[in-house]
């Protein structure tokens, strides 16, 4: 039997998104599109230019960023090797490949969990430490991580973020950024935005205070659960973090760090919080923010909107001023956040603020050689004008042609036969309640041009 013929009796594969990922569609990605233009236009009103970054880098860039220790390191990228060298030589010569992929010179890379390890990197690479300071960036794209799916948890995910980097670590720094992305969410009027603040402490005082931390949780160990019990030993700082019921009581009687910062730390969070207040920003106070990375430091702070459920953190943020030296370059001061696009979406779609699906504008319903050339030209002629146009490639009769019109959502079906043609009057149907007019065509084109798209 050929090969060909085996074929025909399987069932071909029904292929699917892999689990965790998904398709965005048409109406939806106008809202995305929006949304993202929105943050292009405020981020530009702060002095904020765009950077791209690749999708993946070496392993070690996240694990000597994010940390090591951290959920997303130790478990939840996507990593695999990458052949340079030697190994990338022989695997294109067919030769060895299992040999080449165990080479040492084949570098372990991974799908980009986050976006500020990279910017970082750029900005090392791209020595952009001598430009004026600080140089302030944003960007947007997908980030991955192998978490649990469920509602405003992906696997693919797409965050949308902002860093500033060198200059001073003044407080108003932190306040300016924060206000940005407040100012985002309110032009987008996104619904119950909740801000909560927080400062870490600096290397200093932060350790002592996770030593005490250690310390306290470890008299508490058996009353905890193994997640807890374990981020004693890896990351202390974390146990704030948990949701766990039970955890409740214990947490709340625990040191706080806001009466262990270091006179320094102390005074620039009072100050941040007097920036913020000058510029008019709603905060609360949350010491049991920690965030789960480790890079931060000082200030970190997270938004919340409504309608997301468990999931409802649409942003999360916060300074991190060794960064930069951790990954090789100068000592750099650094603050940034990132937004969960996809829970912002969800978001603003459950509190009603999606756009309605986008009809068109005008269909053309011709009938005949000669009207089909003239709808041609009309057509090119609407749309140069900014105006969606449906053209239909093939000939139909015109009460097809009108309820494909009304089923597309289309304000205006332009009507043309041959008569329309010869007479050179052209008949323009207004499909919300039917009223009908001849026009010549400059007169039915200016009519037209005179209304608005409905895309803009
Ligand atoms: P992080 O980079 O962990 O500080 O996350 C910043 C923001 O990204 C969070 O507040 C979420 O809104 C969003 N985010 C993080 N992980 C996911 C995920 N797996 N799926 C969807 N959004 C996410």
Redesign the pocket.
């Known amino acids: 039997m050929s090969e060909g013929a085996t074929k025909k009796e399987e069932k071909p594969r029904k292929f699917q998104a892999i689990r965790g990922t998904r398709d965005l569609l048409p109406p939806e990605t106008a809202l995305w599109n929006r949304v993202e233009q929105t943050a292009h236009e405020v981020f530009a009103t702060f002095g904020f230019g765009e950077i791209r970054l690749p999708i993946f880098e070496p392993t070690e860039l996240f694990a000597r960023a994010v940390g090591g220790e951290t959920d997303?390191v130790s478990k939840e990228m996507y990593t695999f090797q990458n052949p340079t060298g030697l190994a990338a030589m022989v695997r294109e010569n067919g030769m060895l490949g299992t040999l080449a992929e165990m080479s040492p010179e084949s570098e372990l890379i991974s799908l980009r969990?986050?976006a500020t390890a990279s910017v970082c990197r750029a900005y090392i690479e791209h020595g952009m430490h001598a430009l004026p300071q600080p140089v302030k960036l944003y960007y947007m794209g997908p980030?991955f991580?192998r978490?649990r799916p469920q509602k405003?948890?992906?696997?693919q995910?797409y965050?949308i973020g902002a860093e500033v980097l060198g200059g001073t670590d003044a407080p108003a720094i932190d306040a300016e950024v924060i206000e940005m992305v407040m100012t985002f969410f309110a032009k987008l009027e996104l619904q119950g935005v909740e801000l909560d603040i927080n400062s870490i402490g600096c290397r200093d005082c932060r350790t002592k205070y996770v030593e005490l931390l250690r310390a306290e949780l470890l008299k508490v160990k058996d009353k905890l659960g193994a997640d807890s019990q374990r981020r004693i030993v890896t990351n202390p700082l974390r146990v704030l973090d948990s949701k766990l019921e039970s955890e409740q009581p214990i947490i709340e009687k625990l040191p706080r760090i806001a009466d262990h910062l270091c006179k320094d730390c102390a005074t620039h969070y009072a100050a941040v919080k007097r920036q913020l207040e000058l510029r008019g920003v709603i905060y609360r106070e949350s010491w049991r923010l920690v965030?789960?990375?480790d890079y931060y430091m000082r200030t970190t702070f997270?938004?919340t909107a409504a309608g997301l459920g468990s999931?409802n953190?649409?942003?999360?943020?916060g300074r991190y001023d060794g960064l930069v030296e951790l990954l090789g370059g100068p000592p750099t001061k650094g603050i940034g956040?990132?937004?969960?696009e996809?829970?912002?979406i969800l978001s603003l779609q459950e509190s009603g603020k999606a756009p309605a699906p986008q009809g068109r504008d005008v269909y053309i319903a011709w009938m005949g050689e000669k009207a089909h050339a003239t709808a041609i030209r009309a057509a090119k002629d609407l749309r140069a004008a900014g105006f969606s146009v449906e053209l239909p490639p093939i000939e139909q009769k015109f009460g097809k042609a009108l309820g494909q019109a009304d089923k597309l959502g289309a304000r205006y079906a332009l009507i043309l036969g041959d008569n329309e043609v010869s007479e050179g009057l052209w008949t323009l149907k207004t499909l919300a309640d039917g009223s009908q007019q001849k026009l010549t065509e400059p007169d039915l084109l200016q009519f037209l041009r005179e209304q608005k798209p409905v895309s803009s």
Do not use: H, S
Request: charged share 30%; net charge positive; glycine share 16%.
């Open positions: 997303i969990p986050e980030m991580r978490e405003g948890r992906y696997r995910f965050q965030r789960g990375l997270e938004i999931q953190a649409v942003c999360g943020g956040f990132a937004i969960g996809d829970r912002l």
